[in-house]
């Protein structure tokens, strides 16, 4: 058994925002595509072209689409009487990305579509990510990494702007 150890870099920003403004917002700047519908489209596809059009149909403003949102303080919630902090996790991403990562480094697919949490604290909500970059550093594929860090960069846009 091989074992590769990965050094996270989290980025986390803090907002004084309302949670679901915050999550207004986040949610206006991904796609939010049917996910049944879209995973039919991606199966009919037949060539990149056909991928790229349903892929560029799915996609929000900041070139990511939500695959799925997980309320993980309605959970906690339930164990403390309906009362405790809200928390979402948001499974976003893009496979034409993923795609262009996963041809030089396999285990990148462990890694996409990336998480976005979006939690309240005693200081703000914060919105946190892992930096792509830093999963696949261990790696040293520079043409993954390129695109880690495009990926990173989008995200991080995407954070400062629903902060």
Known sequence: ?????????????????????????????IG??????FNRALA????LGDLEKVVQTAVGSSNLMEFARFDIGDVLRKERGGQGPKSLRFLVGNP????????TVPDAAS??????????RADGVHLTYDS????????GTEAALAVARD?????????ETTR
């Open 32 to 37: 939010r595509p049917d996910i049944l519908m």
């Open 151 to 159: 990926l990173d960069a989008k995200v991080e846009d995407l954070l």
């Open 1 to 29: 058994m091989r074992t590769i150890e990965v050094q996270v870099h989290r980025l986390s920003i803090v907002s004084q925002r309302p949670f679901e403004d915050v999550v207004s917002r986040l949610s206006a700047s």
């Open 132 to 139: 792509m970059a830093s999963l696949l550093a261990p790696y």
């Open 96 to 103: 034409l990305i993923m795609k262009e990562m996963v041809k």
């Open 44 to 47: 009919s596809a037949t060539t």
């Open 111 to 120: 890694y996409a579509p990336v998480t976005i949490l979006v939690d309240e």
